[in-house]
Nanobody, 116 residues
Framework: QVQLVESGGGLVQAGESLRLSCVAS????????MGWYRQAPGKQRQWVAT???????NYADSVKGRFTISRDSAKNTVYLQMNSLKPEDTAVYYC??????????WGQGTQVTVSS
């Protein structure tokens, strides 16, 4: 099992920035990738960004150029730097870990609200 704890969400105005953090603990070996998803009210959970064990990153088109995913392996932490936030970025943001054998684990989520 992997436990994930997110932090850093909050209420900001459009154009401002936030940095989300996610600390992993437990069976944190054989991790293939870490990432972020988000879910807005009444909508399906949506992939946001991924960083692989090799350091490769990928982003959803909707956040490319504004969001940056990074990690600190020594701290077992993944970050999501969110700049130029828009009201449509409002959602609960979830951290996720996928193991090499495919098992996926989720955090409890952190709320991000962007006012116009």
């Amino acid at each position: 099992q992997v436990q994930l704890v997110e932090s850093g969400g909050g209420l900001v105005q459009a154009g401002e920035s936030l940095r989300l953090s996610c600390v992993a603990s437990g069976s944190i070996f054989s991790i293939n990738a870490m990432g972020w998803y988000r879910q807005a009210p009444g909508k399906q959970r949506q992939w946001v960004a991924t960083i692989t064990s090799g350091g490769s990153t990928n982003y959803a088109d909707s956040v490319k150029g504004r969001f940056t995913i990074s990690r600190d392996s020594a701290k077992n932490t993944v970050y999501l730097q969110m700049n130029s936030l828009k009201p449509e970025d409002t959602a609960v943001y979830y951290c996720t870990v996928q193991k090499i054998r495919g098992a996926r684990f989720w955090g409890q989520g952190t709320q991000v609200t962007v006012s116009s």
